[in-house]
């Protein structure tokens, strides 16, 4: 019977010509691909939510804007600039790069939707409780004006109270 050594640089188990793994280097490999599947999916599921939420939740200005490179390019910036770090809790924001409109794209000019001080960065978490928070403001009496008159540091502190 013909035999070789694993393929792992660092094993010298010694198997059939047909594997290329030992067993218990073949079950880390095996590992590595069901994770690398379960990425994949995550990542596929996250792009048919977006491309879901623009055909039925985003206005057409919004989804002309978000794939305009001006705006791109600001996100990019944003992102290097706070370090991929979530600005109220402090986690780094690994997945998706979530740059996040102090005052809502909405309710600003295009001269400050694409202002890096009206920009940070935010994990999924604080992204979430702040947009629950704009929509609990937009709907009360003269909402709107509340939420372009709200800055960075109140923010900071109604989502920090949120995240403990």
């Not at 070789?4 to 079950?27: G, L, M, S, Y």
Request: aromatic residues 8%.
């Amino acid at each position: 019977m013909r035999v070789h050594e694993c393929t792992v640089p660092t094993c010298h188990e010694v198997i059939p010509i047909n594997q290329r793994w030992c067993d218990a280097h073949f079950k880390e490999h095996q590992a590595v691909v069901k994770e690398r599947q379960h990425s994949q999916k995550r990542r596929q599921l996250q792009s048919i939510m977006a491309k879901d939420y623009d055909t039925s939740k985003r206005d057409a200005a919004g989804i002309e804007f978000y794939r305009s490179k001006a705006w791109h390019d600001v996100r990019n910036f944003v992102y290097g600039r706070d370090m991929a770090t979530c600005q109220v809790c402090h986690n780094v924001v690994q997945n998706r790069k979530i740059v996040d409109h102090i005052v809502a794209r909405r309710l600003c000019d295009y001269e400050q939707a694409v202002s890096p001080d009206n920009l940070w960065v935010l994990c999924y978490r604080c992204h979430a409780i702040k947009t629950e928070l704009e929509q609990s403001i937009s709907l009360q009496v003269n909402g709107d004006t509340k939420l372009q008159h709200l800055d960075r540091s109140w923010w900071y502190k109604v989502i920090k109270r949120r995240v403990k």
